[in-house]
């Protein structure tokens, strides 16, 4: 019962004081004890190759009440026929834990059980009728905010009640969902003091627990994912600004044997692929489970090569990345020696392959491994902390964790274990905030606790210690705890690969409830697609409650800064969608204006500033040339500074054509311009004319007119038609005449020059292909995306 847990812990005296428990429901645990793991499950419908660009939400069919396609699964004969009749006859006697247990299953569909949320109800409640339970409030706190999704009546009061009741109780679940509303004002008043009384209570506890399970908790697979990553995220490969949530060691390695593959033969090192491989089973990956017997054989084969080709002192000789990556599996040789992680524990050997580890290439991770052996004195060896400390530091060089341990060490000899007190004060917090800046975990969890306690300030009188800010940090400590506290995670994942859709879901909401931006991303994705215009799949229909329930998701992650979120609330409400969501210009623009000028994108400066360019929205409707010159601007601008930071080119020229067309419509309509200044700029030909194309616009408003960028992408494929070409005007009729005959000179240009690479047989990587910068997909203008797909190319038409 992994969700509860934590509630165990917490009120586990409570609990058995209280709840009585009948003989059926032991009998139940019992037949439940013997089912096998996974035996009642098929085979998963993901898998690491083909997930990739092809995630597929099927429609939601209301009527049967789960997504399409949902496989009638295999319910093992125990369940239906022993466990559950138990189980109701010990709820019949009012059994707590039978009623929890029930009321459980028919939410999670564990042992496939069809799910049932309004029975799962009825038992949640009556199972708290007499005596609380912290996970019981939990789970009717959750199904009132969410209404699971149109199955049963919302109430939003009702649902803070029993996140009451079941932080009252100690349940985590409850008290992070709390923190998150109390902090954002979320259906309560906003209150930073309490939010972050709550967040450091959960800290606290998480830190207590990763204390007793040594560790790096950095190390573990993160199921905090945003699931439309798969498709490269909420706009696709390379379009979306938000950072991918998805880091898998297979993928990471694959990539880096590309570009490797460059420049060397990786047959003449094969250290990097027995080490890649060795990590691989070591740590596990979203599709592959650990197997540290698997690590250790591939580990032998890379060492073992290394004293084939060096004996045990030649070292010496080694080029450079072969000393890296041999250096690096002995390390993990001895780290599996010292702990005995799929190899009997041995500490002559632990020794032997970290000194040999450091002799090669001074591995941080040998380091740190061997200052554990000199700061607790294992094996032979005796405590020397002096020792310990140096290598600590020497590690700390290049490491977090290196950092993170020389700290602790310091902490564990300050007077009275008080950093404030004694002469490592300085020492103490500059390691602790270099291990958090590098991203140490448990780093973060020092330094707030610093800043709380006043040794941030005694050192760096500067900082400033605001509730806001200590209460972030808490909440992205204890979000990072998923094992502890977010089991939810990790279910709703394997239910995600497993093709049940609707558990998933259920996973993701509770943890997006509990206000974790990258859940809020996958629950809103699980409740609404948009789709690609030309897709060999039947389209998709949402009911309202759903569209509008994903909205909601996507604004909390919005108010947390995402900005594809953002922007994607501003695509759906400049389109409206059929009769699903009322079209809202002012929104859409609030949301772009959001993203453009907090978020700092560019797509969001880009559609304020074609906002203003067509009215649509800002003041009233009306149209204003020159704010839409500051915003297209403005999106050139911060195109500008990313390819600075990252020295990445990117294409510009949709902003460029843009301004292009500004400059035209200025050159042919200088009289409109002239009435903007005077007037708000209601009359006059031009304005007519938008009138007359708005109006054939409504008439064609029956169409689903979602967004194309986003439908595309949102589904990994690709559009090729642009409704807004109908917004166009005389102006932007002329640039398209220029832009077409451009093209047709560009596009032959470009077909003589293939032509004659292709007769150099020139085979070099196609360049062009990976420069492009996906704005030619966002901003299709007719075919000239397909062409500025033939080419790299930039426009400067500033100086027209
Ligand atoms: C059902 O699954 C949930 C989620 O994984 C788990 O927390 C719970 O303990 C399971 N219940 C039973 C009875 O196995
Ligand atoms: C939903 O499922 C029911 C029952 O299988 C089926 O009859 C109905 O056609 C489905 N509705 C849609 C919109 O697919
Ligand atoms: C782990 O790897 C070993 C050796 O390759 C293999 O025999 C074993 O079946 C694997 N274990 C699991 C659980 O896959
Ligand atoms: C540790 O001590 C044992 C027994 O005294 C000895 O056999 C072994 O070689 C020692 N190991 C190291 C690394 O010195
Ligand atoms: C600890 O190690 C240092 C450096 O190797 C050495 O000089 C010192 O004598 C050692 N101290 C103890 C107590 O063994
Ligand atoms: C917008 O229109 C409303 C109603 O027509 C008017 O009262 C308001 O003053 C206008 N706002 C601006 C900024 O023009």
């Given at each position: 019962?992994?969700?509860?847990?934590?509630?165990?812990?917490?009120?586990?005296?409570?609990?058995?004081?209280?709840?009585?428990?009948?003989?059926?429901?032991?009998?139940?645990?019992?037949?439940?004890?013997?089912?096998?793991?996974?035996?009642?499950?098929?085979?998963?419908?993901?898998?690491?190759?083909?997930?990739?660009?092809?995630?597929?939400?099927?429609?939601?069919?209301?009527?049967?009440?789960?997504?399409?396609?949902?496989?009638?699964?295999?319910?093992?004969?125990?369940?239906?026929?022993?466990?559950?009749?138990?189980?109701?006859?010990?709820?019949?006697?009012?059994?707590?834990?039978?009623?929890?247990?029930?009321?459980?299953?028919?939410?999670?569909?564990?042992?496939?059980?069809?799910?049932?949320?309004?029975?799962?109800?009825?038992?949640?409640?009556?199972?708290?009728?007499?005596?609380?339970?912290?996970?019981?409030?939990?789970?009717?706190?959750?199904?009132?905010?969410?209404?699971?999704?149109?199955?049963?009546?919302?109430?939003?009061?009702?649902?803070?009640?029993?996140?009451?009741?079941?932080?009252?109780?100690?349940?985590?679940?409850?008290?992070?969902?709390?923190?998150?509303?109390?902090?954002?004002?979320?259906?309560?008043?906003?209150?930073?003091?309490?939010?972050?009384?709550?967040?450091?209570?959960?800290?606290?506890?998480?830190?207590?627990?990763?204390?007793?399970?040594?560790?790096?908790?950095?190390?573990?697979?993160?199921?905090?994912?945003?699931?439309?990553?798969?498709?490269?995220?909420?706009?696709?490969?390379?379009?979306?600004?938000?950072?991918?949530?998805?880091?898998?060691?297979?993928?990471?390695?694959?990539?880096?044997?590309?570009?490797?593959?460059?420049?060397?033969?990786?047959?003449?090192?094969q250290y990097i692929?027995f080490y890649q491989?060795a990590i691989?089973?070591y740590?596990?990956?979203?599709?592959?489970?650990?197997?540290?017997?698997?690590a250790f054989?591939y580990i032998q084969d890379c060492v073992g090569l290394g004293e084939q080709m060096y004996g045990s002192s030649n070292y010496?000789?080694i080029?450079?990345i072969d000393s890296t990556f041999l250096s690096h599996c002995q390390a993990l040789l001895g780290h599996m020696y010292l702990t005995?992680?799929?190899v009997?524990?041995n500490?002559d050997k632990a020794m032997k392959w970290l000194r040999n580890s450091i002799v090669v290439a001074r591995n941080s991770e040998a380091l740190i491994d061997l200052?554990?052996v000199?700061?607790?004195?294992?094996?032979?060896?005796?405590?020397?902390?002096?020792?310990?400390?140096?290598?600590?530091?020497?590690?700390?060089?290049?490491?977090?964790?290196?950092?993170?341990?020389?700290?602790?060490?310091?902490?564990?000899?300050?007077?009275?274990?008080?950093?404030?007190?004694?002469?490592?004060?300085?020492?103490?917090?500059?390691?602790?905030?270099?291990?958090?800046?590098?991203?140490?975990?448990?780093?973060?969890?020092?330094?707030?606790?610093?800043?709380?306690?006043?040794?941030?300030?005694?050192?760096?009188?500067?900082?400033?210690?605001?509730?806001?800010?200590?209460?972030?940090?808490?909440?992205?400590?204890?979000?990072?705890?998923?094992?502890?506290?977010?089991?939810?995670?990790?279910?709703?994942?394997?239910?995600?690969?497993?093709?049940?859709?609707?558990?998933?879901?259920?996973?993701?909401?509770?943890?997006?409830?509990?206000?974790?931006?990258?859940?809020?991303?996958?629950?809103?994705?699980?409740?609404?697609?948009?789709?690609?215009?030309?897709?060999?799949?039947?389209?998709?229909?949402?009911?309202?409650?759903?569209?509008?329930?994903?909205?909601?998701?996507?604004?909390?992650?919005?108010?947390?800064?995402?900005?594809?979120?953002?922007?994607?609330?501003?695509?759906?409400?400049?389109?409206?969608?059929?009769?699903?969501?009322?079209?809202?210009?002012?929104?859409?623009?609030?949301?772009?204006?959001?993203?453009?000028?907090?978020?700092?994108?560019?797509?969001?400066?880009?559609?304020?500033?074609?906002?203003?360019?067509?009215?649509?929205?800002?003041?009233?409707?009306?149209?204003?040339?020159?704010?839409?010159?500051?915003?297209?601007?403005?999106?050139?601008?911060?195109?500008?500074?990313?390819?600075?930071?990252?020295?990445?080119?990117?294409?510009?020229?949709?902003?460029?054509?843009?301004?292009?067309?500004?400059?035209?419509?200025?050159?042919?309509?200088?009289?409109?311009?002239?009435?903007?200044?005077?007037?708000?700029?209601?009359?006059?030909?031009?304005?007519?004319?938008?009138?007359?194309?708005?109006?054939?616009?409504?008439?064609?408003?029956?169409?689903?007119?979602?967004?194309?960028?986003?439908?595309?992408?949102?589904?990994?494929?690709?559009?090729?038609?642009?409704?807004?070409?109908?917004?166009?005007?005389?102006?932007?009729?002329?640039?398209?005449?220029?832009?077409?005959?451009?093209?047709?000179?560009?596009?032959?240009?470009?077909?003589?020059?293939?032509?004659?690479?292709?007769?150099?047989?020139?085979?070099?990587?196609?360049?062009?292909?990976?420069?492009?910068?996906?704005?030619?997909?966002?901003?299709?203008?007719?075919?000239?995306?397909?062409?500025?797909?033939?080419?790299?190319?930039?426009?400067?038409?500033?100086?027209?």
């Amino acid at each position: 019962m992994k969700i509860h847990y934590i509630a165990h812990i917490f009120i586990l005296s409570f609990a058995i004081a209280t709840s009585f428990e009948s003989g059926y429901y032991r009998q139940a645990l019992r037949y439940l004890a013997e089912i096998p793991d996974d035996s009642y499950r098929g085979s998963p419908l993901y898998n690491n190759d083909n997930i990739d660009d092809n995630l597929y939400i099927p429609n939601y069919n209301s009527t049967l009440k789960d997504y399409d396609g949902r496989q009638i699964r295999h319910v093992p004969e125990i369940i239906t026929k022993k466990v559950l009749p138990l189980l109701e006859t010990a709820a019949a006697e009012n059994d707590q834990m039978a009623m929890i247990t029930l009321a459980d299953i028919y939410t999670f569909g564990n042992y496939s059980v069809t799910v049932d949320y309004p029975k799962a109800l009825q038992y949640y409640h009556k199972a708290v009728e007499n005596t609380g339970n912290g996970h019981a409030y939990f789970m009717l706190g959750f199904m009132y905010s969410t209404g699971m999704f149109g199955e049963i009546d919302a109430d939003d009061s009702k649902a803070i009640m029993y996140y009451q009741f079941g932080m009252e109780n100690g349940d985590s679940n409850s008290i992070m969902a709390l923190a998150y509303r109390h902090y954002y004002g979320i259906g309560t008043p906003e209150n930073c003091e309490l939010a972050m009384h709550y967040y450091s209570r959960l800290a606290h506890f998480g830190y207590d627990m990763i204390q007793k399970n040594i560790g790096d908790v950095d190390k573990g697979l993160r199921y905090n994912i945003k699931i439309v990553d798969f498709n490269g995220g909420l706009y696709g490969n390379k379009l979306s600004e938000s950072a991918n949530s998805i880091f898998s060691r297979t993928r990471r390695h694959n990539k880096d044997k590309e570009e490797f593959l460059e420049f060397f033969d990786i047959d003449d090192h094969q250290y990097i692929n027995f080490y890649q491989n060795a990590i691989t089973h070591y740590s596990g990956d979203y599709f592959l489970p650990k197997n540290y017997t698997r690590a250790f054989e591939y580990i032998q084969d890379c060492v073992g090569l290394g004293e084939q080709m060096y004996g045990s002192s030649n070292y010496h000789r080694i080029n450079e990345i072969d000393s890296t990556f041999l250096s690096h599996c002995q390390a993990l040789l001895g780290h599996m020696y010292l702990t005995g992680e799929g190899v009997p524990k041995n500490y002559d050997k632990a020794m032997k392959w970290l000194r040999n580890s450091i002799v090669v290439a001074r591995n941080s991770e040998a380091l740190i491994d061997l200052g554990e052996v000199y700061e607790n004195g294992l094996g032979n060896e005796s405590i020397n902390t002096s020792m310990a400390l140096s290598i600590y530091r020497e590690a700390g060089e290049t490491s977090a964790l290196g950092k993170l341990k020389q700290a602790k060490l310091l902490m564990s000899m300050s007077p009275e274990n008080d950093p404030r007190k004694g002469k490592f004060a300085k020492d103490i917090y500059s390691s602790i905030k270099k291990a958090t800046f590098s991203g140490s975990t448990e780093g973060l969890y020092y330094f707030t606790e610093f800043l709380q306690s006043g040794l941030a300030s005694q050192i760096e009188p500067e900082r400033a210690v605001t509730c806001p800010g200590t209460t972030i940090c808490y909440k992205v400590f204890v979000e990072k705890l998923e094992h502890i506290f977010l089991p939810q995670l990790s279910y709703a994942f394997e239910e995600l690969i497993y093709g049940n859709f609707k558990n998933a879901l259920l996973g993701y909401s509770m943890a997006a409830e509990q206000g974790l931006e990258n859940a809020q991303i996958s629950t809103a994705y699980l409740l609404y697609q948009l789709q690609p215009i030309l897709s060999t799949r039947a389209e998709k229909s949402f009911d309202h409650e759903r569209v509008s329930a994903s909205v909601r998701y996507l604004e909390r992650a919005s108010q947390q800064d995402n900005v594809d979120a953002t922007l994607l609330l501003g695509d759906m409400f400049l389109n409206g969608l059929h009769n699903t969501l009322e079209k809202d210009n002012d929104r859409a623009f609030n949301y772009y204006m959001r993203a453009a000028v907090s978020l700092k994108s560019s797509y969001g400066a880009y559609k304020v500033g074609n906002m203003y360019e067509y009215g649509l929205g800002p003041v009233n409707d009306s149209v204003d040339y020159f704010m839409a010159k500051r915003y297209y601007d403005l999106s050139i601008d911060i195109k500008k500074n990313l390819e600075d930071k990252t020295s990445k080119s990117s294409n510009k020229t949709p902003i460029n054509w843009a301004l292009l067309r500004l400059r035209l419509k200025y050159v042919f309509n200088r009289k409109q311009f002239k009435n903007q200044e005077e007037s708000s700029g209601s009359s006059g030909w031009f304005n007519a004319f938008k009138k007359i194309s708005n109006a054939g616009k409504q008439a064609n408003e029956g169409t689903d007119r979602a967004s194309d960028r986003a439908r595309a992408h949102h589904e990994g494929g690709d559009f090729l038609r642009d409704d807004e070409f109908e917004e166009y005007d005389i102006g932007d009729y002329l640039v398209i005449f220029l832009t077409f005959m451009f093209f047709v000179v560009f596009f032959i240009q470009n077909v003589i020059r293939q032509a004659r690479r292709m007769r150099q047989g020139n085979n070099v990587p196609n360049e062009e292909q990976q420069n492009q910068n996906g704005w030619n997909f966002r901003f299709n203008f007719n075919g000239i995306g397909a062409a500025a797909r033939a080419g790299n190319f930039e426009f400067h038409f500033f100086a027209i």
